[in-house]
C-alpha cells in the first residue's frame, strides 16, 4: 500500500514491540546520546582520578560509578523510551505527586551535606537529589494539564498548572535553590508558549519573572553574590570559572594531549560542572565542537520531529522535556565561557553524577518516546491542516 | 481572518426539525467541527513556535560554540591579568602627569618603552633565544630561561620595561616568539634626588597592549588620582626648588659620612608659607628602581623610610624653644629674670641633670643660650602641663603633618599617655615626646616667622594667607634674639653655625636614643638636631638639619653633641643653599674691603 501521509510510518498491528520501537524510534538521537556518554567516560578517566586520590579511593573509582550509573541511566533510558506516550503520562503523573511531596518534606528529612542548601535525601550508599527527578515529571503534568484544556469541556489546565508551579518554586526557594526554581519556571513558560499563549500574556509573565527575580536579589544574599559575581568585570584569578577560561584558553584547538591537561588538579568541580574545561583542555576545541553539535543534533531532530506531532499533550510534553534538556546543556556549557552566571548544572549524559544521570535518562527516554513517528490522523485533516 | 460560524446553524436545525431529527446531534457535531478548526489552527501556531523554539536552542548553541572557538584560539595573554578582563574589556588608562619642581623643571614623567613577553609554543629555536636573552639581559640565567621557554606555558613575561638599545637586540635575536608589549613607565630624570618627596610609581593592572602606572609611595601615591586623571593637562607644581634639594642632599650625604653617622634628614621650608624647598632624608633609593621593602634589620633605616616625615623622635633640646617661648607669652619670665637651676633637680624619683653644671642661678636667656634641663624644666613646672599641652597643639606637634606625602599620616606624634608633672618637665627639653623633622621646621617656622601658624606643604603656594596666631610679635622677635645667640654668643651651643653674611640663629638638640629593647637609652648613640632659621634680623627659611649616631672624631674622644655634629652640617647647608634660594648676603661694614670680585 502507498504511503498517503507524508512522514508516517505505517504501523502493523501485532507487530512485536522491539522491531516496531526500532523502526518508529528516532535513531540518530540514540546515536548522539551513546557518543555523548561514551565521551563522558572518556573524560571521566581523565577528570576524575584527581578527586578520587583527594578522597583517598582507587583512581578509576569515579569512572567504574560513572559507567554503572550510565548503563543504569541507558537501560531505564530504553526501557521507557518504548512505553506508549499514554502509560508515560499515568506514570508521570504519580511520579509528579511522589516527588511533590517529597520535596515538600525536605526541609523535614533532608539533609544539606554541609553546603547550605537542603536539596538531598541521604540513603546511606547515595545521595538523591529530589529536584532532580522533579523536572521531567513536572512537564509531564503540566503539559498533560494544559492540553486537556484545550479539549471540549477540559479542566481549567494552564491556571492549574501555573498555580501548581507558583508552589513548587516556592517550595525550591525556600531550599534555597534558584536555579531548579527558574528552570522549572522556563519549562512551564515554554510549555505556555507552545500551547499558543498570546504574546501579550507571554510579555505579562516574563515581566512578573523579571519582577521576582529582582525581588529574589534584593532579599537573598546567596543569589545576590550569584549575580554580582557575574556582573563583575573583574574574575578573581583563582576563582573556577577562572581556570575553566583558562583551561579553553590552553587546550587551542586540538589540545594539550590526553592526560596533559592542568584544570583538573585546581578544579574541584572538574568531573561535573566544568567538565566541558576538561574536554577542552586535553581534546582542544574539536571535542568541544563535536560535543555541542551532538547536543544541537539532539535539540534540533527533537523539535522537528515534534512539530509534525498532532496530539497536544505529545506534543507539548516533549517539547517541555527536550528544553529542558537543551536548556541544561547550554546553560553547562555558557558557565564555562562566561556568557551565563555561575551556576551549579551538570553537562547531560557528560559529567558525573549518579541522581543526574538517572534522571537525564529518565527524561531523553521520555522524549524518544514522545518523538516516536506514529500515525497523525487520517488524510484529511492532514489535507486541511496544509491547504490552509 | 475568523469566520464566524453560528453556535447552532439555524436553518439546518429548522430544517432537521422538519425531517424529525434530533438536532442537538448537529449541534454536537457542529461543535466538534469548531473545536478541530481551533486545534488545527492553535496547531498551526505551535508548528511555527516549536520552529522558533528549535532555532532558538540553534542560536544559543552557535553563540557557545562561537564563544568558545574564540577563546581557543585567542591569542595567549598573561594567564591571571587574562582571566580578569575577559568579561568586559577594561581600558587601560595611561596618561600620566608630570611632576615638576617650583621653577618647572620636571622631576618625573613618562617614557615610552616596551614589556617583553615571550609565547613558548611560537618559540623557534629555545636554545638560541635563552642564550640570545641572556645575553642581553645579564641577570637573566640562560639555563633556567631555556627551561622556562621549553615549558608547558603558553605565556610568559620576560621583561617589564627595555631600553631602546635592549629592545633592538631583541629584535635582531629574530626569534617569532618574543613580543613586545607597548608600556608608559614612569621616569624621574634627576635620578635619588628628591626620592622621598616623589616616592615612586609601579605598575597597577597589567596587560600586554597596555598597563596603568600607579603611584606607590610619597607624592606620587597621595596624588595619585590626580595624576591619573585623564582630563589633566598641568603637570602637578611641587614647592621643592630641585637646586636646592640637590644642594642639600649632596652636603647631607658628605656631612653623614663626615659625621660617622648611620642616617640624616634635613628640610629647608619657608617660614612664612610652609613651602618645603628641599626635604631629604638618608639613606635614600632611586626611584627608578625602588628597592623592595627590607624584610630584615630596623625598618627605621632602610632606604625607603622617610625619616623627615615619617620617622618621629625624641629630639632633645630643640624642643627648649617652644617652652621659652610659651613663658614669654605668658608673660611668666623675661629673658633677665635670673631663676634657680642648683641641680640635679629630682622628680619623683627622676633626676634632670644638665650636660655641664651651669652654677645655681642663671638668667633665662642663658637657660636657653646654654641649653639648661634644669632651668628649661624648672619655667615648664612654671607654665603647668595643661598650658603645654595646648600650646604645643596649637603649634602643630601632636597632630600628624598635613604633607601632601602618602606617609604623612604615618608620622603620628608620640605622646605620654598621661601628661603628669614629670612629663611635662621633660617635654618641656624634648624628651618623652616625639615629633618628626618636618613638625619642628613647621613649629620653628611659627615661632620666628613673627608668630602665625605654619602648615608645612609641598605644593607650590602663590599666596598664602597667614595662620592662626600663635605667639606675640614681640615674643617673636624675643625669641630671634635668643636663637641668634645660640649661634654668635661665646656660651652659645651652636658656634659652628655661622654663616657669615646670613645671619643664622637657631637651637641644637641632642637626644639619646631608646634603646631598641624599650626601657631606657643608650649611653653612646644619640640623635642630634639643628633646628635654624636665617637671616635671623627677618627670618625667610628654617632649615632643620639631624643626624642619628653621629661621632665626630677629630678630637681625643668621639663627639656626639650636636654642636659637633649636626650643627656644622647645618651650616654648611644653608652655606650652599641661601645664594640658590636667593637670599642675599648682608655684609657687614668693614668687611667689604676684603672682598674681592674675583672671590668664589
Known amino acids: ?388 | 481572518m475568523t469566520q464566524r460560524v453560528p453556535l447552532r446553524p439555524l436553518t439546518r436545525i429548522l430544517k432537521a426539525r422538519a425531517e424529525g431529527a434530533d438536532p442537538d446531534l448537529i449541534e454536537r457535531e457542529n461543535l466538534r467541527l469548531r473545536h478541530e478548526a481551533a486545534r488545527d489552527t492553535l496547531r498551526q501556531r505551535s508548528e511555527g513556535r516549536l520552529l522558533l523554539l528549535a532555532l532558538c536552542f540553534l542560536l544559543a548553541f552557535g553563540a557557545v560554540g562561537t564563544q568558545m572557538a574564540a577563546l581557543a584560539t585567542g591569542e595567549a595573554d598573561e594567564p591571571v591579568r587574562a582571566a580578569s578582563t575577559a568579561g568586559a574589556e577594561v581600558t587601560i588608562l595611561n596618561t600620566r602627569a608630570d611632576i615638576t619642581d617650583r621653577a618647572g623643571r620636571v622631576l618625573a614623567t613618562n617614557f615610552a618603552t616596551n614589556a617583553l613577553y615571550a609565547h613558548p609554543h611560537e618559540i623557534v629555536d629555545a636554545r638560541a633565544a635563552a642564550d640570545g636573552l641572556a645575553r642581553i639581559f645579564p641577570d637573566l640565567d640562560a639555563d633556567t630561561l631555556y627551561a622556562r621557554l621549553n615549558s608547558e606555558a603558553r605565556f610568559l613575561w620576560l621583561r617589564r620595561y627595555l631600553s631602546p638599545e635592549q629592545e633592538q637586540m631583541v629584535h635582531d635575536l629574530g626569534e617569532p616568539g618574543l613580543h613586545f608589549g607597548p608600556r608608559e613607565m614612569r621616569l624621574y630624570p634627576n635620578g635619588r634626588v628628591a626620592a622621598h618627596v616623589l616616592g615612586g610609581a609601579g605598575f597597577g593592572q597589567e596587560a600586554t597592549n597596555a598597563a596603568e602606572v600607579i603611584g606607590v609611595a610619597g607624592i606620587e601615591a597621595a596624588f595619585d588620582t590626580a595624576l591619573r586623571d585623564p582630563d589633566r593637562r598641568a603637570p602637578l607644581q611641587l614647592s621643592v626648588d630641585l637646586t636646592v634639594q640637590d644642594a642639600v642632599e649632596q652636603v647631607l650625604e658628605g656631612g653623614m659620612r663626615l659625621m660617622n653617622a648611620r642616617a640624616a634628614g634635613a628640610v629647608i621650608m619657608d617660614a612664612h608659607t610652609g613651602e618645603v624647598y628641599a626635604m631629604a632624608s638618608l639613606p635614600d633609593f632611586d626611584p627608578n628602581a625602588r628597592p623592595r621593602p627590607p624584610v630584615d634589620g630596623d625598618p627605621a633605616l632602610s632606604p625607603l623610610f622617610n625619616r623627615t616625615v615619617q620617622g618621629v623622635y625624641e629630639l632633645g633640646s630643640v624642643f627648649k624653644t617652644f617652652t621659652i617661648a610659651q613663658a614669654f607669652e605668658l608673660g611668666l619670665y623675661n629673658p633677665d629674670d635670673v631663676i634657680d637651676t642648683s641641680g640635679p633637680l629630682q622628680m619623683s624619683g627622676f633626676l634632670i641633670r644638665d650636660f655641664r653644671d651651669y652654677g645655681p642661678r642663671q638668667s633665662v636667656a642663658e637657660v636657653f643660650v646654654r641649653s639648661s634641663n634644669i632651668g628649661t624644666a624648672r619655667i615648664a613646672q612654671a607654665i603647668g602641663g595643661e598650658r603645654q599641652r595646648d600650646f604645643l597643639d596649637r603649634l602643630g606637634l601632636l597632630a600628624p603633618t598635613q604633607v601632601e606625602v602618602m606617609e604623612a599620616p604615618l608620622g603620628r606624634p608620640l605622646l605620654p599617655e598621661r601628661w603628669g608633672e614629670l612629663s611635662t618637665m621633660t617635654i618641656s627639653y624634648g624628651h618623652g615626646i616625639s615629633t618628626s623633622p618636618l613638625h619642628l621646621a613647621a613649629a620653628y617656622a611659627t615661632i620666628v616667622n613673627g608668630g602665625t601658624r605654619v602648615q608645612p606643604t609641598l605644593l607650590r603656594q602663590d599666596s598664602v594667607t597667614p595662620g592662626e596666631r600663635v605667639i606675640s610679635e614681640t615674643t617673636s622677635a624675643r625669641m630671634r634674639a635668643l636663637m641668634r645667640d645660640v649661634v654668635a654668643s661665646d656660651i652659645g651651643t651652636a658656634s659652628f653655625g655661622e654663616v657669615p653674611g646670613y645671619a643664622v640663629g637657631g637651637k641644637t638638640g641632642t637626644a639619646d636614643l631608646p634603646l631598641t629593647a624599650g626601657g631606657g637609652y643608650y649611653e653612646d648613640r644619640n640623635l642630634t638636631t639643628f633646628a635654624a632659621a636665617f637671616p635671623m634680623d627677618a627670618p625667610r627659611f628654617v632649615v632643620i638639619v639631624s643626624l642619628q649616631e653621629p661621632a665626630e672624631t677629630s678630637g681625643q674622644e668621639p663627639r656626639r653633641t650636636a654642636g659637633w655634629t649636626a650643627v656644622p652640617v647645618a651650616a654648611e647647608v644653608i652655606r650652599r643653599a641661601a645664594p640658590l634660594l636667593g637670599v642675599r648676603p648682608s655684609i657687614a661694614p668693614g668687611v667689604t674691603d676684603r672682598l674681592s670680585s674675583t672671590s668664589n
Request: hydrophobic fraction near 55%.
Open chain 1, 1 to 388: 500500500m502507498t504511503e498517503l501521509a507524508h512522514g508516517t510510518v505505517i504501523v502493523q498491528s501485532g507487530e512485536a514491540v522491539l522491531p516496531r520501537w526500532w523502526r518508529s524510534v528516532d535513531r540518530v538521537s540514540i546515536g548522539c546520546i551513546l557518543a555523548l556518554f561514551g565521551i563522558g567516560i572518556l573524560l571521566g578517566f581523565a577528570s576524575s582520578p584527581p578527586l578520587a586520590e583527594r578522597t583517598g579511593l582507587p583512581p578509576f573509582h569515579y569512572v567504574i560509578r560513572q559507567a554503572f550509573y550510565g548503563g543504569l541511566a541507558l537501560v531505564v533510558m530504553l526501557v521507557v523510551s518504548m512505553l506508549s506516550p499514554l502509560t508515560i503520562r499515568r506514570l508521570g503523573v504519580t511520579g509528579f505527586f511522589i516527588t511533590v511531596a517529597a520535596v515538600a518534606l525536605l526541609p523535614v528529612f533532608g539533609t544539606d551535606f554541609g553546603q547550605g542548601a537542603v536539596r538531598w535525601y541521604s540513603l546511606g550508599f547515595a545521595a538523591l537529589q529530589p529536584s532532580e527527578f522533579l523536572k521531567p515529571v513536572f512537564v509531564v503534568f503540566s503539559a498533560w494539564m494544559i492540553a486537556a484544556s484545550q479539549e471540549l469541556g477540559g479542566p481549567p489546565g494552564k491556571t492549574v498548572s501555573l498555580l501548581v508551579t507558583g508552589i513548587l518554586v516556592g517550595f525550591l526557594a525556600m531550599q534555597p535553590d534558584f536555579g531548579q526554581a527558574a528552570l522549572l519556571i522556563f519549562a512551564w513558560l515554554v510549555l505556555y508558549f507552545v500551547a499558543g499563549a498570546p504574546m501579550a500574556a507571554l510579555f505579562a509573565l516574563m515581566g512578573a519573572v523579571g519582577a521576582g527575580g529582582v525581588y529574589a536579589y534584593n532579599n537573598s544574599e546567596h543569589f545576590a553574590r550569584r549575580i554580582d559575581g557575574f556582573l563583575t568585570a573583574e574574575v578573581s584569578p583563582n576563582t573556577q570559572l577562572a581556570f575553566a577560561e583558562e583551561a579553553i584558553r590552553n587546550g587551542g584547538l586540538f589540545g594539550a594531549g590526553l592526560g596533559e591537561g592542568s584544570v583538573k588538579w585546581t578544579l574541584p568541580d572538574a568531573h561535573t560542572d566544568f567538565i566541558i574545561a576538561v574536554a577542552a583542555e586535553e581534546y582542544g576545541l574539536a571535542l568541544v565542537a563535536v560535543i555541542i553539535a551532538l547536543f544541537a543534533a539532539i535539540a534540533t531532530r527533537g523539535f522537528f520531529r515534534l512539530m509534525r506531532e498532532r496530539d497536544p499533550f505529545i506534543r507539548l510534553a516533549g517539547t517541555g522535556l527536550l528544553s529542558l534538556f537543551a536548556l541544561q546543556a547550554f546553560i553547562n556549557l555558557a558557565v564555562a565561557v562566561r556568557m551565563l552566571p555561575a551556576k551549579g548544572m551538570t553537562l547531560p549524559f557528560v559529567s558525573y553524577g549518579g541522581s543526574s544521570l538517572l534522571s537525564t535518562g529518565i527524561a531523553v527516554g521520555m522524549i524518544l518516546a514522545f518523538t516516536r513517528t506514529r500515525p497523525q490522523g487520517d488524510i484529511r485533516d492532514h489535507l486541511i491542516a496544509q491547504g490552509r
